[in-house]
C-alpha cells in the first residue's frame, strides 16, 4: 500500500517507502519553519523550527559534545514529513504504526546526514532532557497557564534548567521576531553544514 504526501520542492513521497532520495533540505526548511508548536496556543507564532534552534543552543550551552548536539539538532527533523503532533495526543492517543513510521524515517534522516556514531539509549536521553528542557524555557516564556511542577521532571532536567538560568541561549525575543522566512534560512543553512560537510563533529551554531 501507498501512502503518499507532496512537498513544498514538487516531490510526491511514498512515506511507507521513505529512502533518502525523499530528503531535501528545502522542504524541511520550509515546512518546520512554518509549522507551529503547541498547536499554535503561544502568545507569539513559534515553530518547530525555532524549538530546533532553541534546543541547540540549550545543548551548546550545557557544552554538550557534538554527538549529542548533532542528535538534538536532528531530532524534530521527521515531522517535515508527518507533522508536529502535541505531547498530549502523542503520548496517550497515537498508533503504534505511526510511532513505528516516525522512527523509520528518523533513521534515513541519520543515515542521509551520515550519522555514524553509535546511537545508544543515553545520548537519546540526555536528547529527550534537552527537548523538555526546551520546553519549561518556552512555555514560561509563551504561554500565561504554564506552571513548573518539580515532580514531573528528573534530577538531571531539573540540574540543566538550574544553570541555564540566567544564561543567553535562543528563546529570547531575537529568535522570536524572525520571520518564517528568516527561520527557514536559519534552519537550512544549519543543515546544509551537515549535509555539504559530510563529517562528524562539524560544530552547529544556532547564533544569528
Same mark, same amino acid.
Given at each position: 500500500?501507498?501512502?503518499?504526501t507532496?512537498?513544498?520542492?514538487?516531490?510526491?513521497?511514498?512515506?511507507?517507502?521513505?529512502?533518502k532520495?525523499?530528503?531535501d533540505?528545502?522542504?524541511?526548511a520550509?515546512?518546520?519553519?512554518?509549522?507551529?508548536?503547541?498547536a499554535?496556543?503561544?502568545?507569539?507564532?513559534? +515553530?518547530?523550527?525555532?524549538?530546533?534552534?532553541?534546543?541547540?543552543?540549550?545543548?551548546?550551552?550545557?557544552?554538550?559534545?557534538?554527538?549529542?548536539?548533532?542528535?538534538?539538532?536532528?531530532?524534530?527533523i521527521?515531522?517535515?514529513w508527518?507533522?508536529?503532533?502535541?505531547?498530549?495526543?502523542?503520548?496517550?492517543?497515537?498508533?503504534?504504526?505511526?510511532?513505528?513510521?516516525?522512527?523509520e524515517?528518523?533513521?534515513?534522516?541519520?543515515?542521509?546526514?551520515k550519522?555514524?556514531?553509535?546511537?545508544?539509549?543515553?545520548?537519546l536521553?540526555?536528547? +529527550?532532557?534537552?527537548d523538555?528542557?526546551?520546553?519549561?524555557?518556552?512555555?514560561?516564556?509563551?504561554i500565561?497557564?504554564?506552571?513548573?511542577?518539580?515532580?514531573?521532571?528528573?534530577?538531571?532536567?531539573?540540574?540543566?534548567?538550574?544553570?541555564?538560568?540566567?544564561? +543567553?541561549?535562543?528563546i529570547?525575543?531575537?529568535?522570536?521576531?524572525?520571520?518564517?522566512?528568516?527561520?527557514a534560512?536559519i534552519?537550512f543553512e544549519?543543515?546544509?553544514?551537515?549535509?555539504?560537510?559530510?563529517?562528524?563533529?562539524?560544530?552547529?551554531?544556532?547564533?544569528?
Amino acid at each position: 500500500m501507498q501512502v503518499l504526501t507532496h512537498t513544498f520542492t514538487g516531490r510526491i513521497i511514498d512515506l511507507e517507502n521513505f529512502t533518502k532520495d525523499d530528503v531535501d533540505l528545502t522542504d524541511i526548511a520550509i515546512s518546520l519553519s512554518r509549522q507551529r508548536r503547541y498547536a499554535g496556543h503561544t502568545a507569539v507564532p513559534y +515553530s518547530v523550527g525555532m524549538h530546533l534552534i532553541a534546543c541547540v543552543s540549550i545543548a551548546d550551552s550545557l557544552k554538550m559534545s557534538d554527538e549529542i548536539c548533532e542528535l538534538t539538532f536532528l531530532h524534530d527533523i521527521e515531522e517535515t514529513w508527518v507533522q508536529d503532533v502535541v505531547s498530549p495526543i502523542k503520548h496517550n492517543y497515537m498508533l503504534a504504526r505511526f510511532r513505528q513510521l516516525s522512527d523509520e524515517i528518523t533513521a534515513v534522516v541519520h543515515d542521509f546526514f551520515k550519522v555514524t556514531h553509535k546511537i545508544t539509549p543515553e545520548k537519546l536521553d540526555v536528547v +529527550s532532557s534537552i527537548d523538555k528542557v526546551a520546553y519549561h524555557f518556552e512555555a514560561r516564556k509563551m504561554i500565561p497557564s504554564y506552571r513548573f511542577e518539580e515532580k514531573r521532571w528528573t534530577p538531571d532536567q531539573i540540574k540543566m534548567i538550574k544553570e541555564l538560568e540566567g544564561m +543567553s541561549f535562543a528563546i529570547t525575543d531575537d529568535l522570536l521576531v524572525n520571520t518564517d522566512t528568516q527561520i527557514a534560512q536559519i534552519i537550512f543553512e544549519m543543515l546544509n553544514v551537515l549535509h555539504v560537510e559530510n563529517v562528524h563533529g562539524v560544530k552547529l551554531s544556532a547564533e544569528k
